[in-house]
């Protein structure tokens, strides 16, 4: 009897993995130089030999890979698909060997060719397809499902330009393009036969059959292809490897040849270029219409064409698309992928002719729903016109969604008008708008939050209405970060300090790294950890010399805040401290403090002016404090340009105090908090985000925190907060704001500054005034701590051994059992 086609096919293509020993990645290096980047040693450059060694482990990947995706065809796994609009993957060259296991012989085999791995590695781009947090966090999950072996795909945009450089033009941020493929990216797999259309505007006309259904019918559409670009995803230690599938836009025809025929080439060709531009650049500014326009059109044309390949691989293998939430489960990362919903509802009903409580039993299983916002105005609107112009059938479709979800409120809540206002998905206040989370949450079986106290805040204040109709719907997983990248990889000596004491367990089993509790009073770690933190210093050190032209002690204290700017995050907070440090260490009153470097990284959003402008008043307080004899090295004020996840990589991991400073009940969670006490770092924090957790597990003794909480915040507002009273109250404050608003760091502009001054006089919506007492007498506790490094080495220590909570694995491990109902698949 003959096998079934797939038996054929698994016959076919099941090869011996290739050598992983020195030899065979010399012979493996000599012939993909030959014969994938067409050189010989007489001609390649470093670069060539990047995408050499690239080539060499993809050639590794992609045996896995294939096995991987044959495995969960084979045992039929129920698949997740996490839709994210960013994915801030940054290098994967020293991840992938790392992985998958031949780091060592691979810098040995580049070593005997003359060649040095780290200065190879330092050549490949960063893939930026993310603003920070949210597209982090997307690439950690990716790791962690591959590592825990679960069939996880990840969805989104193959944009050919990233998240924008940053360069500092005299204090000023100055945006530039991020064209991250310009020399191409040996680690994606265009797949030209995997093309979907994807159609915009036109009409939607209505028809009844022969029996009398009603039908629609969304016509004279402009349409865009999809194509996909695959990018394979290794765990670690395992043999699965899963995939990231990006969409290019493409035009669904070269042009149009009426043109072409009348000799109007360019006019030809317009639409073609028009269309492409969807996958062109990363978030574009969304201050004009044709921004938003286009940032709506992103998010469709991701999520549609994602759904048409979902459903066509379900179809391979199944008859019924009632089988669908069996076999997939899709997370939406945050409301950006929310028009999924309509989409898959448009697709059950108008091309699979389900009818609407089918449909709509189908959607609700299939989807979950990340939030990770707690300030309203972040929560996703659009406008119905534009809607309505540009997706008239998804509008009609969220307008039945709406319907029948405000019948169920009648009837759970008679007579309450007001409550069927605030939970509807069209806001009608100040023009028509569709409420995207609201959506998100109406057609998801569950929506969480990512940490206790966000949480705790949907449930309780956000999403309040929502929460008592369904309290069940709404959970809880903390966010976590893959120890991988941001322990084993990016801080080698003390991942080998920790191994050697504690075995290897912990990179894929972070709480094994409790294990390392009682060494937190053992002499000789406390000194190895303490040295490792020294070397790791002077390496930053001597980069910023090279990069920025300052030098900075590495025995002084590194205060470091990494993270995009933003007023809610409070980096003016930390500049206030400084400038009141600066004042006090001139006036001789800071005899007691230690010398501090204080570094700021992070990008503004092109169009946010007042952070932009918070960019230029670091830089004019570093360079008059920086340029003060009577200062000296008592205090540095750094601005890092163009912070990404390889500058990141090289910075966390000599970071001594972690500022996570925003407002109380304002950051969702934070994941570079948990980074940075994963790396021996103390971290100075309100009760916001992940922060409380990370007290809980580490021990309030071992974190500083201040500021006031939530409920605190609370009765500020209530009891009408008057910033003003705060700077009467507090002279050294008053003198602080002074010198900012009156010119002293900007003589050559008086009032440069003063937007931000009266900011905060006028309003200070973040709280910075009210917190800032509390900070500053905090940060002295920080001092007369750093002042003792023995025990400021052994709480470090307890930092990193108790952060097991925050490893990524878990987080996923959390979706899988109580959202996504998949488990592990793994390679025979």
């Not at 310009?182 to 009844?208: I, M």
């Not at 973040?766 to 701590?785: G, I, M, N, P």
């Amino acid at each position: 009897m003959d096998r079934m086609p797939s038996q054929r096919v698994d016959r076919a293509f099941k090869y011996d993995y290739e050598g992983l020993d020195v030899a065979s990645i010399k012979q493996s290096l000599a012939n993909r130089m030959i014969y994938a980047v067409g050189k010989d040693n007489y001609t390649a450059t470093d670069r060539d030999w990047f995408h050499a060694t690239a080539y060499v482990v993809r050639d590794r990947l992609i045996e896995r890979w294939m096995e991987t995706m044959r495995t969960y065809y084979r045992e039929d796994a129920k698949r997740v698909y996490y839709f994210s609009l960013e994915f801030l993957i940054g290098r994967s060259l020293i991840n992938s060997l790392l992985n998958l296991g031949f780091c060592d012989e691979a810098r040995e085999a580049l070593f005997e060719l003359g060649l040095d791995l780290e200065a190879i590695a330092d050549l490949e781009f960063d893939a930026a397809l993310g603003n920070g947090g949210l597209g982090r966090l997307a690439a950690c999950f990716l790791d962690s499902m591959a590592t825990l072996s679960l069939p996880g795909y990840g969805y989104g945009i193959r944009y050919e330009y990233g998240m924008f450089r940053q360069a500092i033009e005299n204090g000023h941020q100055v945006e530039h393009p991020d064209n991250w493929l310009r020399y191409g990216n040996p680690w994606e797999f265009p797949r030209p036969e995997v093309l979907y259309p994807v159609e915009f505007y036109g009409e939607v006309v209505q028809f009844h059959d022969e029996r009398g259904h009603v039908h629609h019918h969304w016509q004279d559409t402009d349409e865009v292809m999809a194509m996909a670009y695959d990018t394979p995803i290794p765990g670690y230690g395992v043999d699965t490897v899963n995939n990231m599938r990006l969409w290019s836009a493409k035009a669904s025809r070269d042009f149009d040849l009426r043109y072409f025929n009348e000799g109007n080439y360019i006019k030809a060709v317009e639409d073609k270029t028009d269309s492409e531009n969807l996958s062109k650049v990363l978030y574009p500014s969304d201050e004009t219409t044709v921004g938003r326009e286009l940032r709506l059109k992103q998010q469709y044309f991701f999520v549609s064409a994602s759904l048409q390949d979902i459903i066509a691989r379900f179809l391979k293998q199944h008859d019924s698309l009632l089988d669908l939430p069996d076999k997939v489960a899709i997370q939406l990362n945050d409301t950006h992928p929310s028009i999924a919903i309509p989409e898959l509802m448009r697709l059950l009903i108008d091309r699979y002719h389900h009818e609407w409580e089918t449909a709509w039993e189908i959607t609700t299983r299939v989807f979950g729903y990340t939030n990770h916002t707690l300030l309203p105005e972040a929560l996703e609107t659009w406008p119905v016109p534009l809607f309505e112009q540009m997706l008239p059938r998804h509008l009609q479709i969220i307008y039945e969604i709406n319907h029948h979800f405000l019948n169920r409120v009648v009837h759970h809540f008679p007579g309450d008008v007001d409550r069927l206002r605030r939970m509807s998905l069209i806001d009608e206040e100040g023009g028509k708008r569709v409420r995207m989370a609201h959506l998100a949450i109406i057609g998801s079986h569950k929506v969480n939050g990512v940490a206790a106290i966000h949480t705790k805040l949907l449930k309780e204040r956000i999403f309040r209405d929502f929460h008592e109709l369904m309290p069940e719907r709404f959970i809880n997983v903390t966010n976590g970060i893959t120890p991988r990248l941001w322990l084993h990889q990016a801080n080698p000596a003390l991942s080998g300090l920790i191994s050697r004491y504690i075995g290897h367990d912990w990179i894929t089993d972070l709480p094994a790294l409790a294990k390392l509790t009682p060494f937190a009073e053992d002499d000789e770690f406390l000194e190895a950890f303490r040295q490792v933190k020294r070397a790791n210093k002077e390496s930053v050190a001597a980069s910023l010399v090279d990069r920025l032209g300052v030098r900075i002690d590495p025995s002084s204290l590194f205060d470091v805040q990494v993270k995009r700017l933003h007023e809610y995050k409070r980096q003016l907070l930390n500049l206030l401290h400084v400038v009141t440090l600066y004042n006090r260490i001139r006036n001789g009153q800071a005899e007691d403090r230690v010398p501090r470097t204080v570094m700021f990284a992070g990008k503004a959003a092109p169009s946010y002016r007042i952070a932009k402008l918070q960019i230029e008043l670091i830089h004019a307080v570093a360079d008059i404090v920086n340029n003060d004899p009577r200062i000296g090295d008592r205090l540095k004020v750094l601005f890092i340009p163009n912070y990404d996840v390889s500058t990141a990589v090289r910075l966390i991991p000599s970071v001594d105090l972690s500022e996570q400073i925003s407002t109380a009940g304002t950051e969702a969670s934070g994941t570079g908090n948990m980074k940075l006490a994963l790396n021996g770092a103390l971290t100075i924090g309100t009760l916001d985000g992940a922060n409380i957790e990370i007290r809980q597990e580490v021990g309030k003794e071992n974190i500083f925190i201040f500021g006031n909480t939530v409920e605190e915040l609370e009765v500020l507002r209530r009891n009408g907060y008057d910033p003003k009273s705060w700077v009467k109250a507090d002279p050294e404050l008053r003198r602080t704001l002074e010198m900012i608003g009156g010119g002293y760091f900007s003589p050559g502009e008086p009032a440069r500054f003063k937007p931000i001054v009266e900011g905060l006089l006028n309003r200070d919506r973040y709280f910075v005034l009210a917190d800032y007492r509390s900070y500053v007498e905090c940060q002295k506790d920080v001092d007369r701590l750093y002042h003792d490094p023995e025990v400021w080495t052994r709480r470090a220590v307890l930092n990193t051994a108790l952060m097991g909570n925050f490893s990524s694995d878990r987080a996923v491990q959390a979706y899988a059992e109580k959202i996504w109902g998949v488990k592990p698949e793994r390679n025979p």
